[in-house]
């Protein structure tokens, strides 16, 4: 009798082992929020773009796709800094994107190529929210920088030029 109550007690335990409600799962980390800008407090202008005189001066080119209209992905980061340039400056009411290509090519073809590259920069900050007016026009190679048949000289003619126009004009 004496097994026969302790197989009883053993299987009554371990029938209330496998009845038991299993232990919750640990609880995950609470992680911080990102602290989030407070709403009003100015954002400094972006280091790679800056005001001089009448232009919007860029550290670095916009790329575009060879021979297209398309800007590259590389290029994203500026026109969103331009943007934020644009955003900290209300006195800005007016800008000016001019397109310019290299000498190389037909130059009615280069005419319309850098148009439609100034006008897709213009479509570009609009999209990221800049509220001013903005004008794209395009001057192929009519104001290339230099004139050497180089690639360093090509580079340097192939460039997106910013005019503004302030309120104080």
């Known amino acids: 009798m004496k097994h026969r109550s302790l197989s009883l007690l053993l299987l009554l335990g371990a029938f209330a082992l496998g009845c038991s409600k299993p232990a919750p799962p640990p609880a995950p980390p609470v992680e911080e929020p990102a602290p989030q800008p407070v709403v009003g407090e100015p954002v400094a202008d972006p ?21 297209k209209d398309e800007i590259l992905e590389d290029s994203f980061d500026l026109l969103d ?3 934020q340039l644009l955003k900290n400056h209300p ?13 190389e090519g037909d ?3 280069n005419m319309k190529l850098s148009d439609r590259r100034a006008n897709a920069v213009m479509k570009a900050l609009k999209e ?10 395009g001057k192929g190679k009519t104001q290339n920088l230099c004139t050497e048949d180089t690639d360093e000289c090509h580079a340097k003619n192939r460039r997106v030029e910013f005019i503004i126009e302030t309120n104080a004009q």
């Open 47 to 67: 280091e790679d773009v800056r005001i001089e005189g009448d232009h919007l001066v860029i550290d670095r080119h916009i790329n575009f796709a060879f021979d």
């Open 81 to 83: 800094h331009i943007t």
């Open 91 to 103: 006195e800005i009411v007016k800008l000016h994107v001019i397109g310019h290509t290299d000498a």
């Open 107 to 109: 130059a009615d073809y």
């Open 128 to 137: 990221r929210g800049a509220t001013q007016q903005i004008d794209a026009v």
